[in-house]
């Protein structure tokens, strides 16, 4: 059958098979752990929980603190007034320049979880160093708090099997999300609560992501917090919105309960 191809569909397929692995070879970090991840099949690719599988109106607002800590009383007053239980992932390095704004966090009965100790790279790591780099930062929020975290958010949301294996060897929940406010990306407060309150994945069960040291979250948060009880959701945090057990993933990262 092959013989009877004509001279140019080899070189095309050749021409193909360069460009793929120009690709791979020459991709960044995440891009190459997406690309290695799919080339490896989808049987033995491993999920964070992006979002949780619930017939009840309820989801979980995050918030990711590796950098400064400045707002971190406003957010924690708005979300005091709304009634708001979120959970916080906090790296270690800043736990140890922001002791007492992690025992307010505490204090206030929100879920502390784990950011990793450096915020490092996790796809480009060892079993044995992205296990380091969770358990470090357990240490540092049990000493702080006596807070035993089992929550664990891969710092740049990057993550491969590897990531996800450490995770659940150290009896930690690899945890993503499906709603990004782009905080991060300073483009105004509008702009924001669009985003996540007419986000394509705002459902049952969404973790949103926000930051602590965003410029815009502590002007807008209110508004989206009222916007999305206008929309009928209630909040529980990370920990009482996932599955502990008897769960599977489906394609996406949502956490199902086995039938």
């Given amino acids: 059958m ?5 001279k140019k569909h080899y070189i095309r397929i050749a021409l193909l098979a360069l460009l793929v692995l120009f690709a791979a070879v020459n991709a960044p970090p995440a891009a190459r752990m997406v690309f290695n991840t799919v080339a490896s099949g989808a049987a033995s690719r491993k999920l964070p929980i992006y979002s949780v599988d619930t017939p009840e109106k309820k ?3 995050s918030f990711d603190a590796a950098w400064g800590a400045e707002d971190t009383d406003q957010i924690l007053e708005i979300l005091r007034n709304n009634e708001v ?3 916080f992932f906090l ?15 505490a204090e206030a009965g929100h879920d502390l979880g784990n950011h990793g100790n450096t915020h490092a790279h996790g796809a480009q790591l060892s079993l044995e160093q992205n296990k380091n780099e969770i358990l470090r930062c357990h240490e540092k929020i049990k000493q702080l708090t006596g807070i035993e975290s089992n929550l664990f958010r891969p710092p740049y949301g990057e993550y491969n099997n590897t990531v996800i294996t450490a995770a659940e060897e150290v009896n930690y929940y690899p945890i ?33 992501l926000f930051h602590n040291d965003a410029k815009d979250t502590p002007k807008c948060l209110d508004t989206i917090l009222k916007g999305l ?31």
């Fill in 59 to 61: 989801l979980a607002i």
């Fill in 2 to 6: 092959f013989k009877s191809l004509p």
């Fill in 85 to 87: 239980t979120a959970t």
């Fill in 91 to 105: 790296c270690g390095y800043w736990v140890d320049k922001n002791p007492e704004a992690v025992k307010k966090i």
């Fill in 176 to 208: 993503q999300w499906d709603v990004d406010s782009h905080d991060w990306m300073n483009k105004g407060v509008d702009y924001e609560i669009n985003r996540v309150l007419n986000n394509k994945n705002l459902s049952n069960g969404s973790i949103v």
């Fill in 229 to 259: 009880k206008d929309k009928g959701y209630s909040f529980v945090p990370v920990s009482e919105l996932i599955h502990k057990e008897n769960y599977y993933m489906d394609h996406t990262g949502r956490q199902k309960v086995k039938s």
